[in-house]
Nanobody, 119 residues
Framework: QVQLAESGGGLVQPGGSLSLSCRLS????????MAWHRQDLGRQRELVAE???????HYSDAVKGRFAISRDSAKNTVTLRMNSLKPEDTAVYYC?????????????WGQGTQVAVSS
């Protein structure tokens, strides 16, 4: 039932900025913890940023101070604003949603959007 649609990926120069968006289709957006993960070839998927159902945020050390995650309940959307981008930020970025309440707490993943940081 729940689906995640990511958008906003692309090519950006080092030092530039890019915003990724993830829209959750379905009911109960406010009950989901949301997160962005990323994975590049030859590397394990890693957590980039997360925001809880009540707006508490957490960032990996690699992006702390440069990225900002937010959610818009009116649009069922979570946004990752990426500033001061570095080549090592190049990866496929995946949106994840996890339901926080109920006997079943399923986890959903988006299809991923490519971010390339290069001159």
């Amino acid at each position: 039932q729940v689906q995640l649609a990511e958008s906003g990926g692309g090519l950006v120069q080092p030092g530039g900025s890019l915003s990724l968006s993830c829209r959750l289709s379905g009911d109960g957006f406010s009950l989901y913890n949301m997160a962005w993960h990323r994975q590049d070839l030859g590397r394990q998927r890693e957590l980039v940023a997360e925001i809880s159902s009540v707006g508490i945020t957490h960032y990996s050390d690699a992006v702390k101070g440069r990225f900002a995650i937010s959610r818009d309940s009116a649009k069922n959307t979570v946004t990752l604003r990426m500033n001061s981008l570095k080549p090592e930020d190049t990866a496929v970025y995946y949106c994840k949603a996890k339901r926080t309440l109920g006997p079943s707490r399923p986890e959903y993943w988006g299809q991923g959007t490519q971010v390339a940081v290069s001159s």
